[in-house]
């Protein structure tokens, strides 16, 4: 196996619903479009004559990873349980970390699947999915199959074969948000019902569609770091911008522009405004 450079891509939630519990899994049942965005870590792999894996993250935001317990050592050794790897081959594997950690963007999920997709040649059943989902976390199933995805419910995640063609301005204020903490304190609960507007509609009418919805999460962040509001009040009010949101459970923000332009020009603004802060214009994909 030569060395090679993947691309491990992240991710947005365009709206994001979240139910109560589900009383089998004791995840909160969820609801939500998202798309694969051009924003990416680059993973190195290789097999090596060794009785361990070495791992290594570059990048800015590689401090922020944990070393001794991480998606990369989970996955390496799930996939030697589950024998799609020899239980003796080991890899050095080096990651560039371009996705900020804790921010949302799903870049430990996304690095996982990665790899996992490299070493077992892109042929994985659904079921296997699902399973090491388990040990991976939820986030885990969706970098697997369309770029764009509606998620029905924390058990069904709904390809869209249609490019979105939407950029976005993404603000990471260096905040740690806590997936576990933020859906802790949820306690407004979202009814959710199979939808399928997004599956064949125009890209005006999904986004006219998408100014109604929210992130269910997107108040508790707010109220655990104030100075988001502020981001995305910026974000809403950049020219062309069509709305502003929290992905996932933060911290990174996003507004959404419809062309490459204006996303450009409202980089400038927002990074006067913000000149501490991780903010670059992302892709569809």
């Known amino acids: 196996m030569n060395k090679k450079i993947l691309k491990s891509y992240s991710k947005v939630n365009l709206f994001l619903n979240v139910g109560k519990k589900n009383k089998k899994n004791k995840l909160h049942d969820i609801q939500s479009l998202i798309s694969l965005i051009s924003i990416h870590d680059k993973i190195q792999i290789k097999k090596i004559s060794s009785s361990f894996d070495k791992i290594k993250f570059l990048g800015k935001f590689s401090k922020s990873v944990d070393k001794k317990n991480n998606s990369v050592i989970k996955c390496l050794s799930l996939l030697r349980k589950q024998e799609i790897v020899d239980k003796n081959q080991y890899f050095n594997v080096v990651i560039k970390k371009n996705i900020p950690v804790f921010s949302g963007m799903g870049g430990g999920s996304s690095n996982a699947a990665t790899i996992v997709k490299y070493l077992n040649n892109e042929k994985i059943t659904k079921n296997k999915i699902f399973y090491m989902s388990k040990f991976l976390g939820s986030d885990f199933r969706l970098f697997?199959?369309?770029?764009?995805?509606?998620?029905?419910?924390?058990?069904?995640?709904?390809?869209?074969?249609?490019?979105?063609?939407?950029?976005?301005?993404?603000?990471?204020?260096?905040?740690?948000?806590?997936?576990?903490?933020?859906?802790?304190?949820?306690?407004?609960?979202?009814?959710?019902?199979?939808?399928?507007?997004?599956?064949?509609?125009?890209?005006?009418?999904?986004?006219?569609?998408?100014?109604?919805?929210?992130?269910?999460?997107?108040?508790?962040?707010?109220?655990?770091?104030?100075?988001?509001?502020?981001?995305?009040?910026?974000?809403?009010?950049?020219?062309?911008?069509?709305?502003?949101?929290?992905?996932?459970?933060?911290?990174?923000?996003?507004?959404?522009?419809?062309?490459?332009?204006?996303?450009?020009?409202?980089?400038?603004?927002?990074?006067?405004?913000?000149?501490?802060?991780?903010?670059?214009?992302?892709?569809?994909?």
């Open 144 to 285: 697997f199959g369309s770029k764009q995805l509606l998620q029905q419910n924390i058990n069904q995640i709904q390809d869209i074969k249609k490019k979105f063609n939407f950029y976005l301005i993404i603000v990471f204020p260096f905040l740690k948000s806590s997936t576990k903490d933020v859906y802790s304190k949820v306690k407004i609960f979202k009814k959710i019902k199979y939808s399928s507007f997004y599956i064949n509609k125009s890209k005006l009418k999904i986004i006219e569609n998408l100014k109604n919805e929210k992130n269910f999460l997107q108040k508790i962040v707010v109220r655990k770091y104030p100075i988001i509001q502020k981001v995305l009040y910026e974000l809403e009010n950049t020219r062309k911008c069509e709305f502003s949101r929290v992905t996932g459970s933060g911290s990174a923000c996003f507004g959404l522009f419809l062309s490459k332009k204006s996303a450009d020009l409202g980089l400038k603004k927002i990074k006067k405004k913000f000149p501490k802060f991780w903010c670059v214009v992302g892709k569809t994909i």
